[in-house]
C-alpha cells in the first residue's frame, strides 16, 4: 500500500537545492490571491477525485511539497505512468516513475505533482476519455492549489511516454517543458510541439519499445525546428525512468523553461 500523509509526505533533491533558490518563490498575479487550498495544512501524497466530463468520478494522487505555502506560486507536474499500473486502486501510478522517485527525497521535492491512474483493460493515454480525465485532474489541482500557469510541465514513461507526446500536441501552449521516457513515436505531432522544451529518454536496449521511437521522433523534432535534448541509456533496456527521474539536473532544467503564452 502507498503511504499517505498528512503532515509529511515523500521524497527528490529539490529543485531548490540544485538551483538554489526556492522554486516557490514567484508571486501570485498582480492584484490576485493564491487559489484556495482545500486541504489546509496537508502536504505529501494526498488521495483527490474528480468529476470528468461523462459525469463520473475519478480517483488520482497530489503530491503536495513540504514547504507549500499559498501565498506563493508553485510549479507543477502532471505525470502518466505506464501500462502495468492501470487500474482503480489509485495507488499503482504512485508505486512507480516519479513517484518513486519523489519517496526517496521526501522532504525537499518542490513542485506540486498530479499522477491520475489510467483506467484498466485496452484504455490507453492516447484515448479521449483518459486525457480528459488527465488534464481534469490537472485543472482541479490548479483551482486547489497556488500553481503558476507559466511552470507547468508534463511527463510520462512508456505508455505516459506516449500520452506525453499526444497531449502535449493537444495542448501546445499550456506547458513549460515535456519529458517524454521510452514512449511510442508521434511523428504526425512533431511540427505541433517542436518548439516545446523536450528532454526525452530512452534505454539503448529497450525489447518493450524500441529506441527507434524516441531516436524518430528527435529527429522529427529538430526538422520541424526544435531543439530537443536526448538521453539514450547504453544498456538499459525498457526501465529507463528509474534513472531519467533520479536525475536531479532534469528539475533543475526543468525550471529553466516558462510557458510565456501560458493563461494566468
Known amino acids: 500500500m502507498i503511504r499517505r500523509s498528512k503532515s509529511g509526505g515523500v521524497g527528490i533533491a529539490s529543485a531548490c537545492a540544485v538551483v538554489g533558490v526556492c522554486v516557490g518563490c514567484a508571486s501570485p498575479s498582480s492584484g490576485g490571491k493564491g487559489p484556495r487550498e482545500v486541504d489546509v495544512g496537508k502536504v505529501g501524497f494526498l488521495d483527490k477525485a474528480v468529476e470528468v466530463p461523462d459525469g463520473t468520478r475519478r480517483r488520482y494522487v497530489v503530491y503536495v511539497p513540504h514547504a507549500y505555502a499559498p501565498e506563493k506560486l508553485w510549479p507543477a507536474i502532471l505525470f502518466l505512468h505506464g501500462a502495468g499500473e492501470r487500474g482503480t486502486d489509485n495507488e499503482g501510478q504512485v508505486r512507480v516513475g516519479i513517484g518513486r522517485a519523489i519517496r526517496q527525497r521526501e522532504a525537499t521535492f518542490g513542485f506540486v505533482t ?134 536531479d539536473a532534469l528539475y533543475t532544467w526543468m525550471l529553466q523553461h516558462q510557458a510565456k503564452e501560458a493563461s494566468r
Open 114 to 247: 498530479v499522477m491520475p491512474q489510467c483506467a484498466a483493460g485496452p484504455a490507453w493515454w492516447t484515448k479521449e476519455s483518459e486525457k480528459a480525465y488527465a488534464m481534469a485532474a490537472l485543472a482541479k489541482t490548479r483551482k486547489e492549489y497556488a500553481i503558476d500557469p507559466e511552470r507547468i510541465y508534463l511527463t510520462g514513461l512508456s505508455m505516459g511516454g506516449s500520452g506525453t507526446w499526444t497531449l502535449a500536441a493537444d495542448h501546445p501552449k499550456l506547458w513549460a517543458g515535456i519529458v517524454p521516457i521510452c514512449g511510442r513515436a508521434q511523428l504526425n505531432k512533431a511540427r505541433r510541439i517542436a518548439h516545446l522544451p523536450c528532454w526525452c529518454f530512452h534505454g539503448a536496449a529497450d525489447p518493450t519499445v524500441p529506441v527507434k521511437h524516441s531516436r524518430d521522433m528527435i529527429d522529427a523534432l529538430k526538422k520541424a525546428g526544435g531543439k530537443p535534448r536526448y538521453t539514450e541509456y547504453e544498456g538499459v533496456g525498457h526501465n529507463s525512468w528509474d534513472a531519467a527521474y533520479d536525475t
